[in-house]
Nanobody
Framework: QVQLVESGGGLVQAGGSLRLSCAASGSIFSIVAMGWYRHAPGKQRELVAVITNGGSTNFADSVTGRFTISRNNAKNSVYIQMNSLKPEDTAVYYC???????????????WGQGTQVTVSS
């Protein structure tokens, strides 16, 4: 089994910053990519940012220039620094890891439990 534990959500005023952390543990053979998704009320879950094992990154257009993503491969952890937050960034943020649990099978997606980010205007 693989577990993803997130931390760092909360309430912040518009223009403020938050940093989310996520640590993966358990039966991990190799992590391909880790990232963050968010789900706002009335909207579909969307990709916020992703970073591969090699350090390549991809961001949603709505957060480009405001959010950065980083990773500590030794700790199987991913972080997202969110600056210049806007009310429309309010959502539950989920950590995702795409990984191998062994060398025989393909990759699987695992999810954290979600952490609430609320940006007040």
């Amino acid at each position: 089994q693989v577990q993803l534990v997130e931390s760092g959500g909360g309430l912040v005023q518009a223009g403020g910053s938050l940093r989310l952390s996520c640590a993966a543990s358990g039966s991990i053979f190799s992590i391909v990519a880790m990232g963050w998704y968010r789900h706002a009320p009335g909207k579909q879950r969307e990709l916020v940012a992703v970073i591969t094992n090699g350090g390549s990154t991809n961001f949603a257009d709505s957060v480009t220039g405001r959010f950065t993503i980083s990773r500590n491969n030794a700790k199987n952890s991913v972080y997202i620094q969110m600056n210049s937050l806007k009310p429309e960034d309010t959502a539950v943020y989920y950590c995702n890891a795409n990984l191998y649990t062994d060398y025989l099978n393909g990759t699987y997606d695992y999810w954290g439990q979600g952490t609430q980010v609320t940006v007040s205007s």
